[in-house]
């Protein structure tokens, strides 16, 4: 089992900042790549990014590129989310999640093994 926990939402004005965290717990010896994806409210879950816990190699949905930066720390079993130059548009719940295997699907939701909570992004201006 893998265990992911979500953090770092909240309220931020447009052309603000957040970054969020995901902290892995159980087998995250397994598990390949970590994604984020967001559901805003009567949406589809859409896919945000992933990154790959050996070499870090990233990736990035459209809307994300020179915005939203996927990092990792190995360490401490925990990937981010940094998130710049927010647009009321990015109002969404983020989800972490966990792709065991490296032949994963990373851009989609069903490449995925496990998922976190979700943590609430809401524009406040």
């Known amino acids: 089992q893998v265990q992911l926990v979500e953090s770092g939402g909240g309220l931020v004005q447009a052309g603000g900042s957040l970054r969020l965290s995901c902290a892995a717990s159980?087998?995250?010896?397994?598990?390949?790549?970590m994604g984020w994806f967001r559901q805003a409210p009567g949406k589809e879950r859409e896919f945000v990014g992933y990154?790959?816990?050996?070499?870090?190699?990233?990736g990035y949905a459209d809307f994300a590129k020179g915005r939203f930066t996927i990092s990792r720390d190995n360490a401490k079993n925990t990937v981010y989310l940094q998130m710049n130059s927010l647009k009321p548009e990015d109002t969404a719940v983020y989800y972490c999640?966990?792709?065991?295997?490296?032949?994963?699907?990373?851009?989609?939701?069903?490449?995925?093994?496990?998922w976190g909570q979700g943590t609430q992004v809401t524009d406040s201006s």
């Open positions: 999640a966990a792709a065991l295997s490296s032949q994963a699907l990373v851009t989609e939701s069903r490449g995925y093994d496990y």
């Open positions: 159980g087998r995250t010896f397994s598990s390949d790549a």
């Open positions: 990154i790959r816990w050996s070499r870090g190699m990233t």
